[in-house]
T-cell receptor
Framework: DVKVTQSSRYLVKRTGEKVFLECVQD?????MFWYRQDPGLGLRLIYF???????EKGDIPEGYSVSREKKERFSLILESASTNQTSMYLC??????????????FGNGTRLTVT | GENVEQHPSTLSVQEGDSAVIKCTYS??????FPWYKQELGKRPQLIID?????GEKKDQRIAVTLNKTAKHFSLHITETQPEDSAVYFC??????????FGQGTELSVKP
């Protein structure tokens, strides 16, 4: 069974702090994604990565950066946390082609509160 | 830009009735359309998907239809049960490999 593990379930940070959200998958998936989930807005893509050291902006990359130094790990970085970044953050992974019957596997999510 | 519109945002049905959730996508080149179910406090899980070369797919009580001309796809759940209560998300895969999600539908099945 695919396991996508997010390091924290709940996180509380102060405005201006640098925040790291870590995600690890154990299925040798090429693709990894970071989404944020907000009521009424669904899941919005922040960044995704197709390979090590590779990243592409999603729909809402502003205020975020990512790092993929190893295939199994994809980190989301909030350079200077702000209150509007309070949200549920979901990491996901998949094999190279979603089209070819490779579903997205999600982690349990990290609920981040910025005060 | 690329987006997926999902309706309704909430849906309440009686146990045994059918439920239909509809989505419209903007990128006509999208070729893969999965549906995810998210139970309260849990991660989204894939329940069914359809590719652009197919018009309909069924798996027991759930079915998905795709109208490529209208850029519209729908999820149909028949004989609903209380355990079907959850938030459902549709999504569309763009040629660039981005999976764009709809806003979600909160389905409530009343016993």
């Amino acid at each position: 069974d695919v396991k996508v593990t997010q390091s924290s379930r709940y996180l509380v940070k102060r405005t201006g702090e640098k925040v790291f959200l870590e995600c690890v998958q154990d299925m040798d998936h090429e693709n990894m994604f970071w989404y944020r989930q907000d009521p009424g807005l669904g899941l919005r893509l922040i960044y995704f990565s197709y390979d090590v050291k590779m990243k592409e902006k999603g729909d809402i990359p502003e205020g975020y950066s990512v790092s993929r130094e190893k295939k199994e790990r994809f980190s989301l970085i909030l350079e200077s946390a702000s209150t509007n970044q309070t949200s549920m953050y979901l990491c996901a992974s998949s094999f190279v082609s979603l089209y070819l019957n490779s579903p997205l596997h999600f982690g349990n999510g990290t609920r981040l509160t910025v005060t | 830009g690329e987006n997926v519109e999902q309706h309704p945002s909430t849906l309440s049905v009686q146990e045994g009735d059918s439920a239909v959730i509809k989505c419209t996508y903007s990128d006509s080149a999208s070729n893969y359309f999965p549906w995810y179910k998210q139970e309260l406090g849990k991660r989204p899980q894939l329940i069914i998907d359809i590719r652009s070369n197919v018009g309909e797919k069924k798996d027991q009580r759930i079915a998905v239809t795709l109208n490529k001309t209208a850029k519209h796809f729908s999820l149909h759940i028949t004989e609903t049960q209380p355990e079907d209560s959850a938030v459902y998300f549709c999504a569309a895969l763009t040629p660039r490999g981005k999976l764009i999600f709809g806003q979600g539908t909160e389905l409530s099945v009343k016993p």
